[in-house]
């Protein structure tokens, strides 16, 4: 406090000079009467507690459902049973096939948390993303976050670049990632905000200068390169192993912490750029800050499983629709029911077809397409043009 | 009523001090010259016509605009150097149009206001100074409401909450009154004024002069980026000075009951109109 500011509590010591004066303070005294915190509702909904315990069971569940299902069928009691033994806890039955504990610590496993790791990563990108933008259409996938540092991890492959051994190719992808973003920004800005038309036609240019690259990478990459970057376009979470998990994991923690850590001055900022600095937002830095971790996150996603779209448009608006726009329980949310719908996805694009592996992009932007299409019809509508 | 006088026991320091201030933009000068003391304990009203230079000046006040001439202190230190946490805790600003990005409850807009004092002693009457500045914008019934969902004059007696919530030493209100009722805008004034006696100090930008001679001590006639006049209502409310500057004809005639100014435009048949030059 500054040593010059006046005593608070001088509002009812003032000579009343109108009878609007006396009457507001005569109302103030009421509620302080009234002990004032009574007649406000309370800043975190009761539902949000809710969401985030339906989330978490969910994503228990759905993960010893995932890991148990496939060519090789592990009842989920087994699947716990199995991890239990493995933390050293003597709980509930073992896998009754012989292979089924090998099946799921060195396939499913991986896939399983890999899978959580992307979903979490990918939600918390675009809630942070849409914060920042201050649109809620902002999404890496469809402003070609994603595509930007499929371009940059792709090169590596090509190029055979390793100077960081598993590393490099996140690394590529993260500073990929960020150059796309900055630059998205910095395009799709004007006088303080983001018009939805402006972000979706730079998203449509970025995206068309990325596939552009993409395709001169797989012109130049030699066979094997060129599969892998196919395989990746389409996204897939097929052949994750533990190295991979930890490149990723770590990456996707700091991501979602740092975002949770934002998630304050996020909601500020969507009061406009001015307002949030009147608050006391350091706007540069914020948007800096987020849109590293943007970069972060969206890099994270991207190194070993492609392109995954729409998963950071859907959850947040899922979230926002149930629990409100605060986004200090709509980026944990989003981390939780992003892992949930991923999660959900790979479990279909694994068993949908015998035998086959779907690519899970394709499965994400089979939903997420109708689902953007929606969301843009119903963000003109309520915004009253396409501003 | 007659123009309103502080309570005598309201001491009147200087917290802004602007020491011939000029803005350029794009070459064009919208403000210069001006020289303004913003105190407390009083309701400064910034008036003038259409790029008069009002808003400018405010954003400058605020601190969002440094001027690219002359000198804006708080209380001898430059307004520019104070940091952005601090000079949310000395400062709150209405702007004229809110928009939001997401659809916050109103009370969660007001909450925002709290947030400089995250961390300090302050904190801890949150819930309080919220519950009272939705009490005193007259938004208490709209508290669980989509902030989109409200008509114009409703955001902007909200978003009024939430500068009230965050407790400034200094208010600055940019045309407050613009979408309000009658009573509404009498109400948000008269808090505006209550706060003004309770310490702090008040800048509104006004453009019906009739309400800046009921509620401001003080009223700033802005006219072409420059200081016309500073004074007492009774004093810079005066037809000549108003009728130069608005290019119209103006009376300021007194309430034949309560003896409060009236500041009136002078109507011409529409049929004597000439097209504005």
């Known amino acids: 406090m500054t040593p010059t500011a006046p005593p608070r509590d001088a509002v009812e010591d003032t000579s009343p000079a109108s009878a609007a004066d006396t009457a507001s ?3 103030l005294a009421a509620v302080r009467a009234a002990d004032g915190p009574a007649v406000l509702p ?5 539902r949000a ?3 985030f315990v339906v989330l978490t069971l969910a994503l228990v569940v759905l993960a010893l459902v995932s890991a148990g299902l496939g060519q090789l069928s592990i009842p989920p009691d087994q699947v716990l049973g199995s991890v239990l033994h493995r933390i050293g806890l003597d709980l509930g039955p073992v896998p009754s096939h012989p292979n089924g504990d090998a099946a799921l610590w060195t396939i499913r496993f991986p896939r399983v948390v890999m899978a959580m790791a992307v979903g979490a990563a990918l939600a918390t990108a675009g809630a942070l993303m849409q914060g920042v933008f201050g649109n809620p259409l902002a999404e890496p996938g469809v402003v070609g976050v994603s595509s930007g540092a499929a371009v940059a991890a792709c090169s590596t492959i090509v190029f055979g670049i390793s100077f960081l051994g598993p590393w490099t190719i996140a690394v590529a992808a993260f500073v990929g990632g960020l150059v796309t973003t900055f630059l998205v920004y910095g395009l799709a800005r004007s006088g303080g905000r983001t018009e939805v038309v402006t972000l979706v036609l730079t998203g449509v240019a970025v ?3 990325c596939g552009a690259a993409l395709a001169l990478l797989t012109f130049l990459g030699d066979t094997q390169a060129r599969e892998q970057i196919v395989f990746w376009q389409l996204g897939s979470l097929n052949g994750t192993r533990w190295p991979y998990v930890a490149v990723v994991a770590p990456l996707v923690l700091a991501g979602i912490a740092g975002a949770v850590l934002l998630a304050r001055r996020l909601d500020l900022l969507s009061l406009g750029e001015r307002a949030a600095r009147h608050l006391g937002v350091d706007v540069e830095r914020l948007r800096v800050v987020s849109i590293v971790v943007v970069a972060l996150l969206t890099a994270a996603a991207v190194a070993f499983c492609g392109i995954i779209a729409f998963v950071g448009l859907v959850v947040p608006h899922l979230v926002r629709m149930a629990v409100g726009p605060g986004h200090r329980v709509l980026v944990p949310a989003s981390a939780l029911g992003g892992a949930v719908l991923l999660l959900a996805a790979d479990l279909v694009a694994r068993t949908a077809v015998p035998y086959a592996d779907l690519p ?6 089979l939903v997420g397409g109708p689902f953007f299409f929606w969301l843009i019809r119903r963000t003109r509508r309520s915004a009253g043009g396409w501003a | 009523m007659s123009a309103p006088v502080a309570a005598p026991s309201v001491t009147r320091t200087t917290v802004l001090t602007a020491r011939d201030v000029g803005v350029v933009i794009d070459r064009a000068t919208i403000l210069g010259g001006v020289d303004l003391e913003v105190r407390t304990g009083e309701v400064l009203a910034l008036v003038g016509p259409n790029g008069a230079g009002k808003s400018t000046l405010l954003g400058v006040l605020a601190g969002d605009r440094v001027p690219t001439s002359g000198s804006v202190e708080w209380q001898g230190e430059a307004l520019a150097a104070v ?12 702007l004229q149009e809110t928009h939001l990005s997401f659809p916050f409850r109103v009370v969660d807009v007001v909450r925002m206001g709290r947030t400089p004092w995250r961390g300090t002693e302050r904190a801890a009457h949150d819930d309080e100074r919220v519950a009272q500045a939705l009490l005193a914008a007259d938004v208490l019934d709209l508290a669980t409401r989509r902030f989109p ?13 939430r500068v009230l919530a965050q407790e400034p030493v200094l208010l600055l209100l940019d045309e407050p009154t613009a979408a309000l009722d009658i009573r509404h805008q009498e109400h948000v004034l008269a808090q505006a004024r209550l706060r003004a006696r309770a310490g702090d100090a008040v800048v509104v930008v006004l453009h019906d002069l009739s309400l800046a001679a009921a509620h401001a001590d003080r009223v700033a006639v802005l006219d072409g980026g420059g200081l016309a006049a500073v004074g007492p209502p009774t004093q810079v409310l005066e037809p000549d000075l108003l009728s130069r500057v608005y290019r119209h004809p103006v009376d300021v005639i007194a309430h034949p009951v309560t003896g409060d100014l009236l500041v009136l435009p002078r109507r011409a048949a529409v049929h004597d109109t000439e097209p504005l030059r």
């Open chain 1, 49 to 51: 507690t809710a969401l």
């Open chain 1, 42 to 46: 309370p800043a975190r909904p009761a």
């Open chain 2, 149 to 161: 969902s409200l008509s114009g004059g409703e955001k902007a007696r909200a978003s009024f909450a």
């Open chain 1, 207 to 209: 995206n068309a200068v």
């Open chain 1, 25 to 27: 303070a005569a109302a």
């Open chain 1, 360 to 365: 899970i992009g394709m499965l994400t932007a």
């Open chain 2, 83 to 94: 940091g952005v946490g601090e000079l949310a805790r000395r400062r709150g600003v209405l």
